[in-house]
T-cell receptor, first 113, second 113 residues
Framework: SQQGEEDPQALSIQEGENATMNCSYKTSINNLQWYRQNSGRGLVHLILIRSNEREKHSGRLRVTLDTSKKSSSLLITASRAADTASYFCATAGAETSYDKVIFGPGTSLSVIP | NAGVTQTPKFQVLKTGQSMTLQCAQD?????MYWYRQDPGMGLRLIYYSASEGTTDKGEVPNGYNVSRLNKREFSLRLESAAPSQTSVYFC????????????FGPGTRLTVT
């Protein structure tokens, strides 16, 4: 299987705090992406990091990738109540598996006002 | 642009009935995907189509068939529905040559009794 685990499964923090979620995967990848889902609706793409990159920023989001450990983390800084959602990582396999995009089980984030 | 559209939005089937879920995208994307999401869980890949004329199995293909009708449309068929197929089904598309993120439809909520 291409995908591994995400942790924590659930995270509850106060508004203004930082939230960190982790993702692990099992096989070689071309890139790793993070998505957000609000209340069972469709997923929205947040950020992508390629296998030759180690860190990427987008606004309040910071993503790191460690290919030697096959893991990634998503940091949301200065969280807001509107950040309450489920967050999923997804991997696109390397080479012939590039089109096979697999999602992890996700982290449910609650930001308390 | 409508993006990715799915029909129907809701469906209730009896065990053994068949149905086809429709998906269309107007972004000229070459790759399309079908996922299922069970309550409180992540997305699991059922089938995907890297380009028009090709389809491949994902993580959980049993009980499903797909058709990539043309570049715009990718349908998912349940030949003999089972209660275990009760889920929310999401279609997604991606331009594999220019970007890597997936764009998701709003989902089809299917209940099999």
């Amino acid at each position: 299987s291409q995908q591994g685990e995400e942790d924590p499964q659930a995270l509850s923090i106060q508004e203004g705090e930082n939230a960190t979620m982790n993702c692990s995967y099992k096989t070689s990848i071309n890139n790793l992406q993070w998505y957000r889902q609000n209340s069972g609706r469709g997923l929205v793409h947040l950020i992508l990091i390629r296998s030759n990159e180690r860190e990427k920023h987008s606004g309040r989001l910071r993503v790191t990738l460690d290919t030697s450990k096959k893991s990634s983390s998503l940091l949301i800084t200065a969280s807001r109540a509107a950040d309450t959602a489920s967050y999923f990582c997804a991997t696109a396999g390397a080479e012939t598996s590039y089109d096979k995009v697999i999602f992890g089980p996700g982290t449910s984030l609650s930001v308390i006002p | 642009n409508a993006g990715v559209t799915q029909t129907p939005k809701f469906q209730v089937l009896k065990t053994g009935q068949s149905m086809t879920l429709q998906c269309a995208q107007d972004m000229n994307h070459n790759s399309m995907y079908w996922y299922r999401q069970d309550p409180g869980m992540g997305l699991r890949l059922i089938y995907y189509s890297a380009s028009e004329g090709t389809t491949d199995k994902g993580e959980v293909p049993n009980g499903y068939n797909v058709s990539r009708l043309n570049k715009r449309e990718f349908s998912l068929r349940l030949e003999s529905a089972a209660p275990s197929q009760t889920s929310v089904y999401f279609c997604a598309s991606r331009n594999r040559d220019r970007g890597h993120e997936q764009y998701f439809g709003p989902g089809t909520r299917l209940t099999v009794t």
